[in-house]
């Protein structure tokens, strides 16, 4: 019993090491995908790669035996990590837009590189859009929620909050200028 222990243990360290070894193989080439795909956004590659690592680590020390293509395999899971972060940004973008009206004042980066200081503009201006969320009314904040973060549509909302779509929309018109309110001062 001791002894098979022993093995399984031996038997997990080599597995991990066969993971590095492939990753380090392939790492560079990788990266150079990620940045196409990211626009040479550093800090969105450096997470990607991040998220990379920890996905095929895991994937890999419960499925080896069916990679066939090492590289293929990590740039399928790199490609589908960076399609999910520039999702993120449209989501974050279509967000501002639809709750003010004035995109000009947010910066998303999807086509090119951010530089950090617009990149912590961006994500001060974000923070600011919620805070100014917490402060309107209960009633509005609801409709709020269900309408640009749960994504629901009108008739949704209107059967969840037992309501006309008429006054709906009407609450959403006057959130949404109490949020331009807000987020100009």
Partial sequence: MHSSKISNHVQDENEYSQFWVIWFEHQPRIRSCCFRWLNGNHASVDDALSQVIEKAHHYYLKTKDLIRSPFSWLCKVAHNICIDIHRENKKQ????????????QYFFSEFESEELEDQIERENKLEHLFESLELLNKDLKK???HRFIDEMEYSEIAEVL????????????IARKQLRVLTNN
Avoid: L
């Avoid at 973008?93 to 000009?104: A, G, R």
């Avoid at 779509?165 to 609450?171: F, L």
């Fill in 162 to 173: 037992s309501t006309s779509q008429e006054n709906v929309r009407k609450k959403v018109q």
């Fill in 93 to 104: 973008f279509k967000f501002v837009t639809d709750m003010t009206d004035n995109p000009e």
């Fill in 143 to 145: 409709v709020i929620y």
